[in-house]
């Protein structure tokens, strides 16, 4: 008796852990703050790119019997998800609407949880074998920030190895002149053109000498 009363436990587990596996999440509200804390990968379908972020479907495992029940009560809203670690330039923003199509799978791994949004790191497939960070190339190619990882401890060591993965990915846009920091690099040779300039010199002289009297 012990011992079938333990397989129905067990069962009971098991079920227990595959209707949260296919539960299909509608609002940040709804993951388990295990979820989060574990850092868990999640699939999506992209839907909409806005200014507060991503608007992801989330599509969970699905096993036939336990799926065709929870979908007659789940609902269709959208995860609001943000590129962690990433504040994001409207260059950026143009590269993610032509990069993100409609429909799109995407896997978003969690990181924190802000009110109604999650900050996650966002993959995107590149081929059968490659997948590719959008927090990272965003900041590769020069159209973003690196920012503080929110839902992350600033004190933890995945914090600090997010971050310089983040970091490493801004260098090389800086070093390759990409993005804003070409910008910045443009505007940095104007001034000292500016400055450099004969004329301009003369008018600072000029000035100076009417200042002394």
Known sequence: QSLSTGVAVAGLIVLARSVRLTTKFTSALDIPVEFVEKNVKLRGKIHHVTEKGLEVEHIPISIPFITFIQRKWQSNSLLLIRLAGVEL?????????????????????????????????????????????????????????????????????????????????????????????????????????????????????????????
Request: net charge positive; charged share 30%.
């Open 89 to 213: 330039t409207p260059s950026g923003m143009v590269w993610l609407l032509e990069e993100l199509k409609p429909s799109q799978m995407i896997w978003f791994q969690l990181l924190g949880r802000q009110d109604l949004a999650l900050e996650c790191l966002v993959l995107v497939n590149k081929g059968r074998f490659l997948s590719v960070c959008l927090n990272e190339e965003i900041l590769r190619q020069g159209l973003g920030r690196t920012a503080r990882i929110e839902g992350l401890h600033h004190d933890s060591r995945l914090y600090w190895k997010l971050h310089k993965r983040l970091l490493r990915a801004e260098l090389k846009a800086l070093k390759k002149n990409k993005g804003i920091w070409k910008e910045e690099s443009s505007f940095e040779k104007i001034r000292d053109h500016i400055s450099n300039n004969k004329f301009v010199q003369t008018l600072k002289q000029f000035a100076n000498w009417l200042r002394s009297y």
